[in-house]
């Protein structure tokens, strides 16, 4: 079947700290693969996606690669702000059927001055 | 162009009653997915409408639960006595029929609490 396992939270990093959120996902063919962002008290919003391997998402100084081989889509940021301080989602979609998202569980990130 | 809406945003009820939930999609928006989110979890995929359509409800409950995306209107995911395992929020997203499945924009939410 089709999952995302994420990395469990929560991550609290100093402002100007170097973010890293592994992800890895099991589906059979070429999934799509997006990461979220959730402020508190509202829905999700797109960071970025990659659709085919070897892709580059990259989206507000996030970026993920779509590593087929390994299977993994790590969301990495070179320099957080205060104002990063989220829940991330990693997810996909597979390359048939209904186009659902399949989410992991969620990594809360905490940014301090 | 507004995004989706989703009302009401907060929604307490007893055990046993009735909950309705209702979801506006972004202008040109034909396809809607419901997902739920139980505290600290991610989100699980409940059912996936077109107009007038159910196409994949294989996430949703057998019992108590459904839902319609009628032909004018928003789409109406509906909860039938409820019991507290039900809270959780709620969670719908919209996209065109032209994306080709990749982008979902998602509304704020209906957190439903059941005393």
């Known amino acids: 079947g089709n999952s995302v396992t994420q990395m469990e939270g929560p991550v609290t990093l100093s402002e100007e700290a170097f973010l890293t959120i592994n992800c890895t996902y099991t589906?059979?063919?070429?999934?799509?693969l997006f990461w979220y962002v959730q402020y508190p008290g509202e829905g999700l919003q797109l960071l970025l996606k990659?659709?085919?391997?070897?892709d580059k998402g990259s989206n507000k100084g996030f970026e993920a690669t779509y590593r087929k081989e390994t299977t993994s889509f790590h969301l990495e940021k070179g320099s957080v702000q205060v104002s990063d301080s989220a829940v991330y989602f990693c997810?996909?979609?597979?390359?048939?059927?209904?186009?659902?998202?399949?989410f992991g569980t969620g990594t809360r990130l905490t940014v301090i001055p | 162009n507004a995004g989706v809406m989703q009302n009401p945003r907060h929604l307490v009820r007893r055990r046993g009653q009735e909950a309705r939930l209702r979801c506006s999609p972004m202008k040109g928006h034909s396809h809607v997915y419901w997902y739920r989110q139980l505290p600290e979890e991610g989100l699980k995929f409940m059912v996936y409408?077109?107009?007038?359509?159910?196409?994949?409800e294989s996430g949703m409950p057998k019992e108590r639960f459904s839902a319609e995306f009628p032909k004018e209107g928003p789409s109406i995911l509906r909860i039938q006595q409820v019991v507290r395992g039900d809270s959780a929020a709620y969670f719908c997203a919209t996209r065109s029929a032209g994306t080709g499945g990749n982008e979902q924009f998602f509304g704020p939410g209906t957190r439903l609490t059941v005393l």
């Open positions: 409408l077109q107009k007038e359509n159910i196409i994949d």
């Open positions: 990659a659709t085919k391997a070897d």
């Open positions: 997810a996909l979609t597979a390359e048939t059927g209904a186009n659902n998202l399949f």
């Open positions: 589906a059979t063919g070429y999934p799509s």
